[in-house]
């Protein structure tokens, strides 16, 4: 199976993790990700203006690509998801902001969100198949009790994302299960970072991520995972007392499968 992939900017500089683990793991798994031609930035932030649509013609040329290619539109990053996803709707179902998108594009050639978006998470759960996925785990994480941080833009708006419920998500838990560790819940895992204010409000910043560490430490976690950059990096800046490892989901599923030391090499 092949899909189109976008990975976004920060996936080629400081996230080179997330993207790296993800495309090994993608082929040990028999899918592969093909990394979409001259995608531009999503902008990281989806714009609320119906009158801003330069700002998501990026999003539509990466979403017209995957459809021109007969597939599927993959995202690692929580915030492109995010973007992505979003704008694929506006896409599909705002006709003022579908005419005029398609008037800065090729009009003879009209996008309408035809292109089925994807997170990498998505593929995990409903093509692999966890039960699947668990056969070929050949490094069993046993012993350790990982908790799951979703953080908000994976899963909110949920009758957009349609991902997972917003409230008790439970993906990336049953993931934890079948790389054989234990998934840790725990009250904070889909609360807000922080994240886009974490540059001019560091300290109500840091106050958030601090209350996800000292949640899931207090639950009995020994790391988190995360799909979001941002979030990895707030995470792993906080001030708190506690501070746990915070790890790309893809480099556990890496490990597990027995294939992160192709990464390291």
């Not at 994240?195 to 300290?203: A, D, N, P, R």
Request: proline share 5%; with cysteine; net charge neutral.
């Amino acid at each position: 199976m092949k899909y189109s992939y976008y990975p976004g900017c920060t996936l080629k500089n400081k996230a080179r993790e997330l993207d790296l683990y993800a495309r090994v793991s993608a082929e040990a798994l028999g899918f592969k990700l093909e990394e979409i031609r001259q995608w531009q930035c999503c902008g990281g932030v989806y714009p609320l203006g119906k009158d801003e649509i330069a700002t998501k013609l990026s999003a539509v040329r990466a979403l017209k690509e995957a459809r021109d290619q007969g597939q599927a539109l993959v995202t690692l990053c929580s915030a492109c998801h995010h973007v992505i996803k979003r704008v694929n709707d506006d896409m599909k179902n705002v006709p003022e902001i579908r005419d005029a998108a398609n008037r800065y594009m090729n009009p003879e050639e009209p996008y309408a969100g035809e292109t089925k978006v994807l997170h990498f998470l998505e593929i995990l759960r409903d093509q692999v198949g966890f039960e699947e996925l668990k056969k070929k785990v050949v490094c069993p994480l046993k012993g350790r009790k990982i908790g799951a941080y979703y953080g908000c833009l994976l899963l909110r708006p949920g009758e957009v994302l349609q991902f997972d419920d917003p409230e008790n998500p439970s993906v990336m838990e049953n993931l934890i299960r079948a790389l054989g560790a234990e998934p840790i819940l725990y009250p904070y895992r889909n609360e807000c970072c922080g994240g886009y204010i974490s540059l001019k409000e560091k300290e109500l910043s840091g106050s958030l991520s601090e209350k996800i560490m000292d949640s899931a430490c207090g639950f009995g976690a020994d790391c988190l995972i995360t799909a979001c950059p941002l979030c990895l990096y707030n995470l792993n800046h906080q001030r708190g007392k506690n501070q746990l490892p915070v790890y790309y989901f893809t480099e556990l599923l890496a490990e597990a499968l027995g294939v992160k030391e192709e990464v390291r090499q």
